[in-house]
């Protein structure tokens, strides 16, 4: 059986996901619940040394990802997006959902080049590779990651 944190942080992940897709924006409230979640279901389930795996979790989600948006590679809402997991998943989730991210992202980028190359929708604006959400990468790898698939390190 799942522990209940998980389900939040999946929740949280779907929910993030379908406004990136939707709206190109992940909501600064949603972001909110999901840190404060995070931090308290860490200190929850492991005390301080929760606590303090859960902050790590969020710094290193912070720094590792804020020289791509701060070279406007990704949004701030992804960024923030990596910290949520942080602060559920600690600093290795953190780094697997960066990794296991990039990766979906790419290939969701290359099926997007496809479609676009091949003419398959007429509203080419849509299928604009700078406008890939990163959500749906992070928000997979999240998942991978929390069901314990992809663990590298």
Known sequence: MLPWSTIALWILLVAATFTDILYRRIPNGLILVGLLGGLFSQA?????????????????????????????????????????????L????????????????AILAVVFAILLRLGARSDKAALDLKRVPHAVGFALAGVLYSLGFLRFF
């Open 90 to 105: 600690g600093w290795r989730g953190a780094l697997h959902v960066i990794l296991l991210g990039a990766i979906a992202h």
């Open 44 to 88: 929850w389930l492991g005390g301080f040394a929760g606590l303090g795996l859960s902050l790590f979790g969020v710094l290193v989600g912070f720094l590792v990802l804020i020289g791509p948006f701060a070279m406007g590679r990704m949004g701030g809402g992804d960024v923030k997006l990596v910290m949520v997991c942080g602060a559920f």
